[in-house]
């Protein structure tokens, strides 16, 4: 197998030396062979595909924790999931144009584009829950990792209808700028809940009275949703709290609500804030 040094490897491929060492840190792009004694880089010609995708995907904006997401994909799935990236990208476009139109209404003295805001009652529930604080580019894995490949696929039950969706509760700010506090919740039926919680030691359980909760349902299933989105649904909301003066308690909530209609664009999912 012919070895290209770092070098020309970075010449061939278009990426600098630094950004193949920092690939090599996330485990986007390992080099075929490090040199024990210098820990010098060597690279497989093999490995200039591989370089050049993910040299692409970064010229489109898709962050270092998606690319690698998109890398652990069979050959035959990289191409569709592309392809959601970028109807996601053009969706989040679009709602940054109706941000800004909101945000030249507000100066105008104008109101912003209207949601339909409706609250109803949730009973009390327990709930299985993680909390930590995340930063935006690792919060889809980590969301995915626990609902999806933990307890989704682990067949962990849930009550049935709204009551039993799981959903995040942001507690702070969560962007490229700022990590900030999120709690994962995935409700369990009551009589199974102990039995349930002894399976994962590292979540807590915990149990919401009941309360009413105002809610909008995002327009787009989730995985083809955009953050913009959520900032124009969020700020409805708590528009709509301060016109009807309810007060809001707590953070602000992400339900998902599985569909399989929606295939791997993801759940539908409904954006809501506990009323006190």
């Known amino acids: 197998m012919g070895l290209l040094s770092i070098g020309e490897f970075a010449r061939l491929s278009r990426l600098s030396p630094k950004a193949l060492r920092l690939y090599d840190e996330l485990g986007l792009l390992r080099p075929a062979r490090v040199d024990p004694d210098t820990g010098y880089r060597w690279y497989a010609e093999t490995q200039l595909e591989r370089a050049r ?3 692409a995907l970064r010229r489109v904006r898709v962050p270092l924790a998606g690319i690698r997401d998109i890398l652990a994909l ?32 507000h100066l105008h003295g104008e109101k912003p584009t209207m949601y ?37 696929r682990g067949g962990v039950p849930r009550p049935e209808g709204i009551a039993g969706a799981p959903f995040t509760i942001y507690y702070g700010e969560v962007s490229g700028d700022s990590d900030g506090p999120v709690e994962w919740c995935w409700p369990v039926p009551e ?7 002894a399976g994962f030691p590292d979540l807590t359980l915990r149990t919401e009275p009941a309360h009413q909760e105002a809610f909008i349902r995002q327009s ?32 602000v909530r992400l339900l998902l609500i599985f569909n399989p209609a929606n295939g791997p664009a993801g759940p539908d999912g409904e954006f809501a804030i506990v009323l006190s």
């Open 53 to 55: 995708l993910v040299t």
């Open 74 to 105: 069979e050959p035959a799935a990289v191409a569709e999931e592309i392809r959601a990236y970028w109807a996601g990208s053009e969706l989040e476009h679009e709602a940054q144009r109706q941000l800004m139109g909101d945000l030249v209404d």
């Open 116 to 152: 339909e805001v409706t609250v109803r009652d949730m009973p009390a529930r327990t709930l299985l829950s993680k909390l930590r604080r995340i930063h935006q580019d690792e919060l889809l894995a980590a969301s995915r990792e626990l609902f999806i490949h933990r307890l989704a």
């Open 191 to 197: 009589d199974q809940a102990e039995q349930i919680a």
């Open 220 to 251: 787009t299933p989730i995985g083809s949703g955009s953050g913009t989105e959520v900032e124009l649904a969020v700020g409805a909301l708590f528009a709509w709290a301060v016109e009807h003066q309810r007060e809001p308690a707590g953070g």
